[in-house]
């Protein structure tokens, strides 16, 4: 019985912490747009991908020709 003098004040930190992290997207306009993602993948877009061959990473791939002046 001990333990609820704990859990109730954690459980309700926890549900305000949600409740402001739901207002805070709220007002930040995570909402405003519900249809634009439906719309955008359905988007036939016939431009060309970038041609970046280094990664994020930064590592090559094993097929790519080698930089000048290293071996």
Excluded: K
Excluded at 14 to 41: E, K, T
Aim: charge should be negative; avoid cysteine; glycine fraction near 8%.
């Amino acid at each position: 019985m001990s333990n609820l003098i704990y859990l109730i004040p954690v459980a309700l930190f926890l549900g305000a912490l949600g409740l402001l992290a739901f207002l805070w997207s709220i007002r930040a306009g995570q909402y405003d747009d519900l249809q634009g993602a439906a719309h955008r993948i359905l988007d036939d877009n016939d431009e060309p991908l970038p041609d970046n061959r280094v990664s994020h990473t930064g590592r090559r791939s094993e097929d790519d020709p080698p930089r000048q002046g290293s071996q």
